[in-house]
């Protein structure tokens, strides 16, 4: 799975223009809608290229190899599908160069690894609210990434 992955990261790298990138992340939540919204309003007005992203958690099991390739590989295609409707949805017509990405491990290091390949000016984030003892414990997708993400982060409320 790491060497698709890779090999999917450089072929969206050869593809790339010099102009300036954003990295749209969403889940299958509605509220990835209200995300996508105001990325697109972004990426209008800076004129940018587009890549939606979703980062699969990976469980220690699948890493290990335990878990079934096609359990994986549905839940990439379910994935595909849903950033395909996002995307036109919310770039019909438009001229931005929009691409799907799909990535398997940690949330937080994946879209900071990811911003910084692709050397994205912004990431697009939701705050997806934790409870306060849960968010205390193990921190945010969305907090990581502004601590450790080398770019601007743009957060859109819930």
């Known amino acids: 799975m790491r060497s698709q992955e890779n090999k999917q990261t450089k072929e969206i790298m050869t593809r790339r223009s010099s102009r300036k990138k954003i990295i749209i992340t969403v889940d299958q939540s509605d509220y990835a809608e209200k995300v996508m919204?105001?990325?697109?309003?972004?990426?209008?007005?800076?004129?940018?290229?587009?890549?939606?992203?979703?980062?699969?958690?990976?469980?220690?099991?699948?890493?290990?190899?335990?878990?079934?390739?096609?359990?994986?590989?549905?839940?990439?295609?379910?994935?595909?599908?849903?950033?395909?409707?996002?995307?036109?949805?919310?770039?019909?017509?438009?001229?931005?160069?929009?691409?799907?990405?799909?990535?398997?491990?940690?949330?937080?290091?994946?879209?900071?690894?990811?911003?910084?390949?692709?050397?994205?000016?912004?990431?697009?984030?939701?705050?997806m609210g934790h409870g306060k003892i849960q968010s205390k414990l193990l921190g945010s997708v969305s907090d990581k990434v502004i601590k450790n993400c080398h770019c601007s982060v743009l957060l859109v409320r819930k």
């Open 37 to 127: 919204r105001a990325a697109y309003d972004v990426a209008e007005n800076i004129d940018t290229d587009v890549d939606v992203l979703t980062v699969i958690e990976t469980p220690e099991l699948a890493a290990a190899g335990e878990l079934d390739a096609a359990q994986m590989e549905e839940e990439e295609n379910k994935i595909s599908k849903y950033h395909k409707k996002l995307i036109d949805t919310n770039f019909s017509g438009s001229t931005l160069l929009v691409e799907s990405v799909i990535l398997h491990g940690n949330p937080a290091k994946k879209i900071c690894e990811f911003a910084k390949k692709v050397d994205a000016s912004i990431v697009v984030i939701g705050t």
